[in-house]
Structure formats: structure tokens, C-alpha cells
């Protein structure tokens, strides 16, 4: 496939204006190839995940978190972990393009959207407050206990941490994958029985317990649900793509 297709079929869908103002998405490395036929999906661009990636003889690597988040030079410049990836990639005539977060709130193809959906959420639409965080309903209440053990199942998390402080009972749920944290006020004020994100500070865990909410705290890792949602996409846009996924996040043991 031509690779301008492909990257303007991908825009279409996910505007990089759509980003966040603080977010780097689009072409991560270059050049630009002609053509495109083999595609690898991971969360990062590292050093295992591009070992997976030339082994699979792929000619791209798309991420969904930014390969460069910030300055490409003062990374390379700062950074020898990174500018070995970067001329690694290079070396082997590899693309790489990331989808941040004009990914994470595109709605209905977006990764909340996919997040809710593997919860079986119903009536799922995006936040008034924070359009980026996804809601819907339960078809059926559960105890709040009962629903973190759910959740944390659902999405194939290793563990996770609940803040049972308001309701006991949830129907309502509001969702961002990895670290949104800190948009919880959000879900409170629009009414949810409960929010789950990441990457929970201990000072928004102490204001999620004074405002007597439910909040659950699922690993970074349950945005793997990037690499089958963008595997989708690609096959959509072209049947003929070759997608090698690469799983290659080490969640913690909990002690």
C-alpha cells in the first residue's frame, strides 16, 4: 500500500490537531517510504518492542505513546537509550508514527471507547466535562467490590487498586486507560458511580477519599487494547497489511 494513503487514511480518523496541546503525535521517525506492507503495533517504541518489530520485517511501527515526547534533538542529545532506537530504526529502513491521545478520545474508534465496550458498557458516549473520558452504563448493578474484580478481569490487568469511598453499588461508569488520574473530578460532578484510569498520585487518592467517590486504579497496561483497536483499523483500511502485534510490557508481581 502506498504509505501517503495509509498515513492520510490514519489522520482522517485521528486528526493530530485533536491531540492534546501538550502531546507529540504523527511521524516519529523517517523518512517516509513509498510503500507500506508489514506494520508493527506496540504501546512503545523501545529496544525489545524494535527487536520484535525487525524480526518481523516490518517497514512500520506505529505506538500509541509518543516515541519522542518532547524535543526530538535534546532527546537525542540527552538520551542514549532513545537515540540508539532512533538510529537502530533508521539503520533498518523502519517508519515509526504514534497515536497519543487524538487516539485515546476519538469517539466511537478511539481507546476509551474500546476500554467501555470490553466492559460491556451500554449507552456509551463521551463525558460533557472531559470529552476525552468515555461513560456508560452497567446492564445490571453490581457491588463495588464485585465490579473492581470485573473490571480488573475484563481488562486483563494483573491487579488494581479501588477506592471504595462512595456508593456501594455501581451502574454508572466512567473510563480513561493509562493515566488520567487526575480528570476524576469529571466523572464526580457528571454523576458516575465510579471512574477507572492509572497512575493514581497519592494526593488525588486523598481527594477522591474526601469526596466520598468510587475510583479504580487499572495498570498503564490495559491500553495494550491499542494494538488489537488500531489491528482493526489497518485491516479495515487494507485487508492486504501484514499486522505483527508485539505484547512486550512486564507487568509487576504484587507482594
Not at 39 to 47: C, E, G, K, Q, Y
Not at 147 to 153: D, L, R, T, V, Y
Request: hydrophobic share 40%; net charge negative.
Amino acid at each position: 500500500m502506498k504509505t501517503a494513503e495509509l498515513v492520510r487514511r490514519l489522520y482522517s480518523l485521528f486528526p493530530k490537531e485533536t491531540a492534546e496541546s501538550y502531546d507529540h503525535v504523527g511521524m516519529m521517525i523517517g523518512p517516509r517510504k513509498e510503500n507500506v506492507d508489514r506494520i508493527a503495533l506496540a504501546l512503545d517504541l523501545d529496544r525489545e518492542s524494535l527487536r520484535a518489530a525487525i524480526s518481523g520485517g516490518a517497514d512500520m511501527v506505529i505506538t500509541h505513546h509518543p516515541v519522542f515526547f518532547g524535543s526530538r534533538r535534546e532527546i537525542l542529545l540527552n538520551n542514549p537509550e532513545r537515540l540508539e532506537v532512533y538510529e537502530t530504526a533508521r539503520h533498518n529502513g523502519i517508519m515509526a508514527y504514534s497515536f497519543h491521545t487524538n487516539f485515546d478520545g476519538k469517539f466511537p474508534e478511539g481507546m476509551n471507547e474500546a476500554l467501555a465496550r470490553k466492559l460491556g458498557l451500554l449507552d456509551i458516549h463521551p463525558l460533557v466535562g472531559e470529552p476525552m473520558m468515555i461513560g456508560g452504563r452497567l446492564a445490571e448493578k453490581m457491588a463495588v467490590g464485585e465490579f473492581a474484580s470485573f473490571a480488573k478481569k475484563a481488562l486483563g490487568a494483573a491487579y488494581g487498586l479501588l477506592l471504595p469511598y462512595g456508593g456501594k453499588e455501581v451502574e454508572t461508569v466512567a473510563i480513561i486507560g493509562g493515566g488520567g488520574a487526575s480528570y476524576w473530578r469529571s466523572a464526580y460532578l457528571e454523576g458516575y458511580d465510579i471512574y477507572i484510569s492509572g497512575d493514581v498520585s497519592h494526593h488525588v487518592r486523598r481527594d477522591i477519599a474526601l469526596q466520598g467517590f468510587n475510583y479504580l486504579d487499572l495498570p498503564h497496561e490495559i491500553e495494550n487494547i491499542f494494538v488489537e483497536r488500531m489491528t482493526e483499523i489497518l485491516l479495515n483500511i487494507n485487508q492486504g497489511l501484514t499486522i505483527i502485534p508485539i505484547l512486550h510490557e512486564l507487568q509487576p508481581l504484587v507482594v
